[in-house]
């Protein structure tokens, strides 16, 4: 028992924060620099990007005090001089008048949107007050927090200060919980936010529904296609054909749901032709016997029937990845918050991977070069607060990440009040569209006696809060200054481009005055004075991240194996457990099998949902530089003869139907490249928000037709089993 | 010898990020719904037989014999000495005959200025060293821009790389004789 917590303790360990080895004693000054020469009137600031949370630095360009443009920092390695649609779009955010501009105090219904303007100073005393009132009814414990974002962390300390354990980043349980921990379970560390793959230097790419050209991350965008530009074998697997398959070399149009018994299929005949990685497989694995006898049921023939997909793609795909391995990748994924069986899923892309030995190869895994520094803390003094958690982390779900909660479990443990969870605080996030119940939403609303939103835009979450906060956004504050490893590890900073233009704050500010009014004495740093504290300690100034904005600090080699070194594996035999050990000490099935997920009866339609190149989350819907990029039109993807059975014509409007919801109206695009199965619709819109102005009522919000299963390992939320039906408008 | 800009899109590396559109949009306050560049898709050909998309990126030809040069009843409209295509705002009566005579759909009306606008491949910026906004921000590095005259700048080497290595090189409409000067390389 004592090693099975030790080892439950290690996991947590290792989804904890980007694990750091190295040490570096200097930061050798060689990025970002600006060279332009400045007429006056013209000022150039520094930042990361925060439209989306790849973080790619960026150069704002000032004219007469106002914003004019944002570039990317030239060689910040997170974007290289780069950015998006979306960063493009972050001066329409700053200047929008759709911005909450005051803080707000609930007067009408919750929903009803009547709000009064209020002062900072009596928004505070209000919050205080009233959490005060419910820690002494209800103790600490009933308060929750769903943050996400550069700023979440003055949250996270904030609730801790108030003495909860229920801190929730939705990170983890809606989007890369389950991918973290099936990675984790075979390698003994989580694949990490910054996308280890190799693309560059890879000969064969395979993606399994990881859009990487819509789910847009700059950095991890530009290796995938310079990685096409140097003649990868691009395997791209989807119900859909997305950007991404236009960029592959082999697409194959995937049953929904069966993506599991797809490579099952791909790892028994590897096996059975024996042109896995023999070296490393016999050296530096466990569990190649009973993985054999486990696949040998799963023929590429019964693969074929589940997935729809021909034999001989099938069979060219293993053969494909084998002939290129090392130098080849399966991607284990991102947002994987599909069928409820998702860290199995990712089980079997890790073993996968691991039949390949890519493990720190070019062309494979790489490892990120970590930059570890000793860093201030923001709060003095901050005891984190250890109890049991409401949401069933580390207790239910024994290998869940205690520091990143579930946001699913914890949003439904508030609408069941089995424990008295009273108090929500949202800080950069929107439950109504990351959750994928939005009945359980409104019903932990109905439970709740106090909402207290944190956002610069009035989302949806906000519209129902009893006050809003109305925060900064990233190019009229300071944020404590972030390491970031990828094939390097640096440093980046953020300042003000301008003056806050309305009365709102910064997330660390606001928290310090929401603890100090509840009356804690922590001490919390000014960001400022945190930030020259940290460069101090390192020997550099304001001054040198004022100029350069990004400093590489530690370089060093990302493909140590393929360089010769012995490849490790913290995980309990100390190889990559291809037979999961852990999970076998748990009681969960130590090898990945397929289990079939429900499937759409008669005129249903799986939901399927997810991004467009050109927005975040349910964030950047309403900014009308993106919006005109669309016309502010949301497509609903529809296979052509399922359509033609329902006479929808391409261009009709048309809407999401299930029992007694209707979503408002989007555009049929029809096709014949998505599977008959599924609907496809872009994430983020059909807000209810009247204070979203251009896009409430457009388009359908998929949260309130998926579904909300449980993966039972990593107990990440379970989104595509949602089953719905569509109707002309 | 004089300069003569032009443009090259590398057609395999684009994905339909639309950051190019952003970007131009930020750099010049186009109007709200406009743009000055956009994204084509083409499809070819159906799904039963290897479906193929392709990301075409557009905007103005900057074309050695311009349609909306010869309209132009003020000469508003006129082609620089380094190629450029440029409109005078000064004189532009918004008569719309530039925007019809385009082939490419390169143009169009500004409603708050009363004036035909398009690109101008970013003439300030390059006039200070940088590349157009397009160029500088395209995540997928599909933009080449530069001076096809001289032999050194990076868009000559790719055009001669292109030729040495038979990749398949267009022009939009060339049939109809207006020399435009964007290339199309596909590796």
């Keep these: 028992m004592k090693s099975k917590i030790s080892r439950r303790r290690f996991i947590q360990g290792t989804l904890a924060a980007g694990a750091a080895a190295a040490t570096l004693p200097s930061l050798s000054l060689v990025a970002g620099e600006v060279e332009h020469s400045t007429p006056s009137g013209i000022t150039y600031t520094q930042n990361w990007c925060e439209m989306c949370f790849w973080k790619c630095g960026l150069t704002a360009k000032v004219v007469d005090g106002k914003v004019a443009k944002l570039e990317g920092q030239k060689d910040c390695p997170s974007n290289f001089g780069k950015l998006c649609a979306k960063g493009n779009s972050g001066v329409f955010q700053l200047y929008d008048p759709d911005r909450l501009q005051k803080p707000l105090i609930r007067t009408g219904e919750r929903g009803s949107g009547q709000f009064k303007e209020v002062s900072w100073d009596e928004a505070i005393k209000y919050i205080a007050e009233k959490a005060n009132g419910l820690k002494a009814k209800y103790g600490p414990e009933t308060f929750t927090l769903f943050a996400h974002g550069s700023g979440e962390h003055s949250f996270v300390d904030l609730i801790h200060i108030m003495g909860s354990p229920n801190i929730c980043i939705p990170s983890y349980s809606q989007c890369t919980g389950s991918r973290d921990i099936g990675w984790a379970l075979t390698y003994g560390k989580p694949v990490g936010g910054k996308e280890p793959v190799d693309s560059e230097n890879a000969k064969c790419i395979m993606l399994l529904g990881r859009n990487i050209a819509e789910a847009l991350h700059v950095g991890e965008l530009q290796d995938f296609i310079n990685g096409c530009a140097n003649g990868a074998y691009v395997i791209y697997v989807d119900p859909r054909y997305s950007k991404t398959a236009a960029k592959s070399n082999k697409y194959m149009m995937i049953k929904p749901g069966t993506d599991t018994a797809l490579l099952l299929a791909m790892i028994n005949y590897i096996l059975v032709k024996e042109i896995y990685n023999k070296d490393f497989v016999e050296n530096y694995t466990s569990g190649l016997e009973e993985l054999r006898e486990h696949v040998r049921q799963y023929t590429v023939k019964w693969a074929s029937e589940i997935t729809e997909i021909p034999e001989k793609d099938i069979i060219e795909s293993a053969e494909r990845l084998c002939a290129a391995a090392p130098h080849c990748y399966i991607h284990p994924g991102r947002r994987l918050t599909r069928y409820g069986t998702d860290t199995q899923f990712v089980r079997a892309i890790a073993i996968l991977n691991a039949l390949m030995g890519n493990w720190e190869q070019p062309g494979g895994i790489y490892r990120p070069v970590p930059l570890k520094l000793d860093t201030p803390h923001m709060v003095h003094d901050l005891e984190r607060v250890e109890a049991d958690r409401a949401d069933g982390a580390g207790t239910d779900f024994p290998i869940a990440s205690t520091d990143l909660g579930l946001a699913n479990k914890m949003m439904q443990a508030i609408a069941e009040q089995k424990h008295p969870l009273k108090g929500m605080f949202v800080y950069g996030c929107n439950p109504f569209h990351n959750q994928g119940s939005t009945e359980t939403v409104e019903k932990a609303i109905k439970a709740s006696e106090l909402i207290v939103t944190c956002e610069i835009y009035m989302t949806d979450t906000a519209w129902y809060s009893d006050v809003v906060l109305p925060e900064s956004t990233y190019l009229e504050r300071y944020d404590p200054i972030i390491i970031t490893s990828r094939k390097s590890g640096y440093i980046q900073y953020r300042e003000p481009a301008v003056k806050p233009l309305y009365d709102t704050l910064g997330g660390w500010e606001i928290a310090a005055r929401l603890s100090k009014a509840m009356g804690y004495e922590n001490h919390f740093m000014d960001v400022r004075e945190y930030n020259k504290e940290f460069l101090d300690s390192i020997g550099l100034t304001e001054e040198n991240m004022k100029k350069h904005g990004c400093l590489v600090g530690a370089e060093g080699d990302p493909f140590p194996v393929g360089s010769g070194a012995e490849p490790e594996f913290h995980t309990p035999s100390g190889k990559a457990e291809l037979f999961s050990s852990m999970m076998d000490d748990l009681g969960y099935e130590a090898l990945p099998s397929y289990e079939a997920p429900p499937m759409p009866k008669g005129d249903e339609f799986r939901l399927l949902f997810g991004r467009l190149s050109f927005h975040t989350h349910a964030r950047t819907q309403n900014n009308a530089w993106l919006l005109a990029l669309h016309h502010s039109q949301v497509d609903l993807w529809i296979n052509s003869d399922r359509a033609k059975n329902l006479g929808i014509k391409n261009g009709d409007d048309v809407c999401i139907v299930k029992g007694d919801k209707k979503s408002h109206p989007c555009k049929a695009k029809v096709v014949d490249y998505i599977h008959k199965d599924a609907i496809f619709i872009p994430h983020g819109f059909g807000s209810v928000s009247k204070m979203l102005t251009r896009v409430v009522g457009v388009g359908a919000r998929d949260s309130d037709f998926t579904s909300d299963v449980t993966d039972p390992v990593s107990g990440s939320a379970g989104f595509h089993n949602g089953f719905v039906k569509v109707v002309k408008a | ?187």
């Excluded at chain 2, 169009?108 to 200025?113: G, P, T, V």
């Excluded at chain 2, 001289?150 to 020399?179: C, F």
């Design chain 2, 1 to 187: 010898m004089k300069k003569k800009y032009a443009m090259a899109y590398i057609v395999d590396r684009c994905v339909d990020c639309k950051a190019c559109m952003v970007a131009c949009k930020a750099e010049w306050h186009v109007p709200e719904e406009d743009f000055r560049t956009h994204i084509d898709t083409g499809k070819s050909p159906d799904y039963t037989d290897k479906l193929r998309l392709h990301f075409l990126p557009h905007q103005c030809n900057h074309c050695d014999d311009a349609p909306c040069v010869t309209v132009c009843p003020t000469k508003a409209s006129y082609k620089r000495e380094d190629g450029i295509v440029s409109i005078n705002q000064k004189i532009c009566v918004g008569c719309k005959y530039c925007i019809v005579s385009c082939p490419y759909d390169a143009r169009f009306f500004n409603h708050e200025l009363g004036v035909a606008e398009k690109c101008t491949f970013c003439l300030p910026r390059i006039a200070e060293g940088l590349a157009p906004a397009c160029v500088t921000t395209c995540p997928g590095n599909v933009r080449v821009f530069g001076d096809v005259n001289d032999p050194k700048s990076e868009i000559s080497a790719l055009l001669r790389d292109a030729s040495e290595k038979h990749y398949k090189v267009w022009k939009l409409r060339q049939d109809l004789g207006t020399e435009p000067n964007i290339y199309y390389v596909q590796k």
